[in-house]
């Protein structure tokens, strides 16, 4: 198992897949902006490293549009912490874009399968 | 939540962030310094996404508020509606109320709107203005058109006019396949049709070539309704030929759909033809409206005007004698257009009106603000335990006013209901003559004012419960206990009440006093029988009847042929009714020394047959002139009683010598009483009557060809029989000789100006009196039996200690009485001080008639104790025991 600070150089996530995979991870259940970091890490085999700097910013836009709410609680280690659960419209959100993530990814997964020739 | 508040978060969330980190990092075997190190590594550039995150969360602060805000006025809404549905008893009173003050205003501002407000129907409208020649030597608003002469010299030298166009107005006939027919017509040059900016509908108009009479080609252009009404809207009319006065006439256009003359409306278009080269003269029948330059005002043109009047005696100098311009001030004036169609007078009295709906409306805020007085007194309590749990002065005001709000937007979109609906029953009942009258309704503008207004009174009376709300508190506290309520919280009831008062009898004044001139008016003799009698007008065009003999033969066979139908008794014919406009004639009685410097005033003379005045029902003294006299072979005249009294003050004036031009003397055979034909409210009327056919050396006047005939019937006329008839004996007659302008004489009595107006204008101060006076006496009885309700410990105390049902009785119409005193008081002061602006409507009663001024307060008065009369019977009913019981 490779040591967190041994990951690779970080992969830029475009804005939003950065949105959809927070909304993937909320869609488990309540969790805090810690959690949702450590989650996506595991679930990518810490393939994906999600920075501090765009999750929280991307977290309180999410607020903003409605599609997280946030409530205060306390994380393990007994601090106070915000916890971010998914609205209707944010699982409304993630089903759109999963549709349209997958739309492309298929796409890009012919272009790079296709014969050079 | 303050901006720390937020940032406080954010670090917290920070923190908790960094620490899991840490915490997991040395879980893995990382000494403690070195996982703080790389976990703030990890963390990065931390101000900028804090910044990032605070300006969103900013953001979302912002939008929560404003969310907030917009449901906690919905919920203060929701919260008024559902009290105002609670008590539907006090919504609809109040609504009611507001709804007549509301409706009241709105259809005064409509009518304002249109007629005053508005500007005319043509393209830039201001602009247009319109000439006439004053003479306030006849009359303060006597006025003349301008002759041929000045018209030219205007249209030559008046360098600020764009456009100047002259035009004639005339009943004309015309015979088309449908038979002949009286229409009303008008004769213009060109140049008017330019300066009004007017339009064909189809075809052409008058061009400045159809106006030359050798061109043998007479044209004419149909107004648009006359051709809808009469040709059936069939385009196929261009280029057919009517008859206008017998002229064949080529039917060339169709005018603009709504096109009319600014003060009347038209049938018929056709060329004017003013001939430049003959001789100046001093006839002023011409009207003319011009157009002014871009740029320039009214002064600039009137200056022009006065510079070239004044020229006149040098320019026309067999026309305009230095003399005449002097005597009758003569000059020449241009007027707003919109100035002369509407005249100072209707302006006054519309002003008048709109006073007189804005006092309703006063009147009827004031019931409202007594009745939100109440309610909130009666609300103390909840009021009272809503500020205790915490509701601020701000929410207690938000639900006051969306309260007040709710109340006048109701009120005003039943008032715009109402308006509609008064101003078309007003609109059936306007009388003849009053311009731009007719298309009012309510329509975006005074919807738009009615709105305004609602909002602007649900923004005053929100303010209501608001006023003394610091004693609130203390109302909790008491526990709103106690016998008697503060005098100081019945004085503002009491004060709006008491003005109420006052404002209903300054209307009510206004209303009476117009209703004593209209009773004053109905009492005046106008010198003729109103009633029984039909008239029409005749329009005999062929050449034959310029003969004057021929003209008088013709009337007097249908005279006999009329007088032998059932039911009529007699019948004449005259140059014009009683109250219509008449020519006149330098009239001269024989002994009469002539004034050297001064021509002969112009007196009202007719040429009339011997039955005109049986059939008018007017009264001779003497004889009337015989059918010889109509021959022309005897110069006989009747004159009436001012006109004797003049000529020969105090001597007999039958067997004298009269006559109007020419210099043969008729001699006067009869004299009328006094006879009222310019007006029933001015003086009795100087005129003198001559035979159809003049004598030899006679006056030069013509022909009758324009007669109208008068018929007195036995009884009421049955004009549907009547009219059928004349119309057969005239056929059999001469069947191209129209019939006009039926009506019977009573109508044509009601619809002159001055009776018409003031019934109209009576009517309205009356309608507006009539709500204030019921809003006021709705206003005593509301505040004097909460009173009495408020009182009913106190009234019940004072029984139980001895005091008799007299006293209390007495103590409850001590009150009322108080109230309804200085009301009226005040009211009457008022009175004094406005009823002057009626001055110019009123006829035989001034302003401070006392005998409507003391009606009206005891009118008041007798109400104000009806009004009393319940609730002061419950007091004196009142069963102490229970009263003190309910404490």
Redesign the interface.
């Known amino acids: 198992m490779r ?3 041994e990951l690779p150089e970080r992969v830029d996530l475009l804005q939003g897949t950065l949105d959809m995979l927070i909304l993937k991870a909320l869609n488990v259940g309540p969790m ?3 959690g949702v970091a ?1 989650w996506l890490e595991r679930v990518t085999d810490q393939t994906l490293r999600v ?4 999750l ?2 991307a977290l ?2 999410m ?2 549009r409605g599609w997280v709410d946030r409530v205060w609680g306390v ?3 007994n ?4 916890f971010y659960s998914l609205t209707e419209l944010g699982k409304r959100q993630l089903g759109r874009e999963t549709a349209i993530w997958s739309v492309f990814s298929d796409a890009v997964a012919r272009v790079l399968a296709s014969d050079p020739g | 939540m303050s901006k720390e508040d937020v940032d406080a978060d954010i670090d917290d969330e920070f923190q908790a962030h960094l620490e899991l980190l840490i915490e997991e990092l040395m879980a893995r075997g990382m000494p403690g310094d070195q996982a703080l190190e790389a976990a703030e590594r990890r963390m990065g550039n931390v101000n900028r996404w804090k910044a990032e995150m605070r300006e969103a969360e900013m953001r979302i602060r912002q939008v929560k508020r404003r969310r907030e805000r917009v449901g906690y006025f919905l919920r203060e809404a929701d919260h008024a509606a559902r009290s105002l549905v609670r008590r539907p008893g006090f919504t609809a009173v109040a609504v009611l109320t507001l709804a007549l003050g509301i409706g009241a205003t709105t259809a005064g501002f409509s009518v304002l709107d249109r007629v005053v407000l508005r500007p005319l129907p043509y393209t830039d409208a201001d602009r247009l203005v319109w000439l006439d020649s004053p003479v306030p030597a006849q009359g303060p608003d006597a006025a003349w058109g301008l002759s041929v002469a000045g018209y030219f010299q205007f249209k030559d030298e008046v360098g600020t006019l764009e456009e100047l166009g002259g035009f004639a107005p005339a009943t004309v006939s015309l015979t088309g396949d449908l038979g002949a027919y009286q229409v009303r017509g008008v004769s213009v040059q060109a140049d008017l049709l330019d300066a009004l900016s007017a339009r064909p509908a189809f075809g052409r108009l008058i061009e400045d070539e159809d106006d030359d009479p050798d061109a043998g080609h007479r044209v004419l252009v149909l107004g648009y309704d006359f051709w809808l009404r009469e040709f059936g809207g069939e385009p196929g009319v261009l280029g057919s030929v009517v008859r206008i006065e017998g002229e064949p006439s080529e039917i060339v256009g169709i005018m603009e759909r709504g096109f009319e003359l600014p003060d009347r409306e038209v049938d018929v278009w056709m060329p004017l033809y003013l001939d430049r080269t003959q001789p100046p003269t001093n006839a002023h029948w011409l009207s003319a409206v011009g157009r002014l330059g871009p740029g320039v005002t009214l002064t600039e043109t009137q200056v022009e005007l006065d510079r070239i009047t004044s020229r006149f005696p040098e320019l026309f100098p067999g026309a305009y004698f230095p003399g005449f311009m002097e005597e009758y001030e003569f000059r020449t004036r241009a007027r707003s257009l919109k100035d002369h169609v509407i005249g100072p007078e209707l302006r006054r009295s519309l002003w008048i009106v709109v006073g007189a709906v804005s006092l309703v409306l006063l009147i009827a805020c004031a019931n409202v603000a007594n009745l939100l007085l109440v309610r909130t007194e009666s609300r103390r309590r909840e009021l009272a335990v809503r500020s205790a749990l915490g509701a601020g002065r701000a929410q207690l005001a938000l639900f006051a006013m969306a309260e007040s709000l709710m109340l006048t937007i109701a009120g005003a979109a039943l008032g715009c209901l109402l308006a509609e609906g008064a101003l078309r029953g007003l609109l059936s009942m306007v009388p003849a003559g009053l311009p731009r009258l007719v298309e009012v309704s309510v329509g975006g503008t005074s919807m738009v004012f009615a709105a305004l207004l609602s909002l602007l009174l649900g923004l005053v009376f929100g303010t209501v419960p608001l006023s003394g709300s610091s004693a609130r508190y203390r109302a909790l506290r008491e526990g709103a206990r106690g016998l008697t309520a503060g005098r100081t919280k019945h004085r503002l009831r009491k004060v709006v009440v008491t003005s109420q008062v006052a404002l209903a009898v300054v209307l009510l004044a206004g209303a009476g006093l117009l209703l004593r001139s209209f009773q004053q008016l109905r009492e005046v003799d106008p010198g003729f029988e109103p009633r029984n009698a039909v008239a029409f007008q005749l329009s005999m065009r062929r050449p034959h009847y310029r003969d004057p003999a021929a003209a008088a033969d013709f009337l007097r066979e249908l005279a006999q042929r009329i007088e032998a139908l059932p039911e009529v008794r007699s019948v004449g014919s005259g140059e014009a009714l009683p109250l219509a406009e008449a020519g006149c004639a330098p009239v001269m009685g024989e002994e009469q020394a002539p004034d050297p410097g001064r021509s002969p005033p112009c007196t009202e003379k007719q040429q009339v047959s011997p039955g005109f005045f049986a059939a008018l029902g007017v009264e001779i003294e003497g004889q009337t002139p015989s059918w010889q006299a109509q021959d022309g072979g005897v110069g006989e005249a009747v004159v009436t009683a001012a006109l004797a009294d003049r000529l020969w003050p105090g001597a007999d004036p039958i067997g004298r010598g009269i006559r109007g031009s020419g210099s043969a003397w008729y001699r006067v055979v009869g004299v009328t009483g006094d006879l009222r034909t310019q007006g029933i409210d001015a003086a009795p009327t100087e005129a003198a009557f001559f035979p159809l056919v003049p004598i030899e050396d006679g006056p030069l006047w013509g022909s009758l060809t324009t007669p109208v005939v008068v018929v007195r019937t036995v009884s009421e006329p049955r004009m549907g029989a009547l009219v059928p008839a004349i119309r057969r004996i005239l056929l059999e007659m001469d069947p191209t000789v129209p019939l006009g302008n039926v009506e019977t004489l009573e109508r044509h009595l009601a619809d002159t100006p001055p009776v018409a107006r003031r019934s109209f204008m009576m009517t309205l101060l009356g309608l507006a009196g009539g709500m204030a006076l019921m809003l006021s006496i709705v206003g005593i009885y509301g505040v004097v039996s909460y009173v009495v309700g408020q009182r009913t410990g106190e009234l019940g105390l004072r029984l139980a200690l001895g005091a008799n049902v007299a006293q209390v009785a007495e103590l409850v119409l001590k009150d009322s009485l108080g109230m309804a005193g200085s009301g009226i008081g005040i009211g009457l002061i008022g009175a004094l001080a406005l009823t002057r602006t009626l001055e110019s409507l009123l006829f035989g009663v001034s302003p401070l008639d006392p005998l409507t001024l003391s009606t009206v307060g005891a009118l008041l008065l007798a109400l104000t104790l009806a009004a009393t009369w319940v609730p002061a019977r419950r007091a004196m009913r009142i069963d102490p025991a229970e009263a003190l019981q309910a404490e």
């Not at chain 1, 920075?51 to 765009?54: C, D, K, L, P, V």
């Not at chain 1, 601090?79 to 915000?82: D, L, S, V």
């Open positions: 040591h967190i600070s805090h902006g810690y450590r920075e501090e700097g765009s929280y910013p309180t836009r607020a903003e994380s393990e280690n601090r106070r912490a915000r």
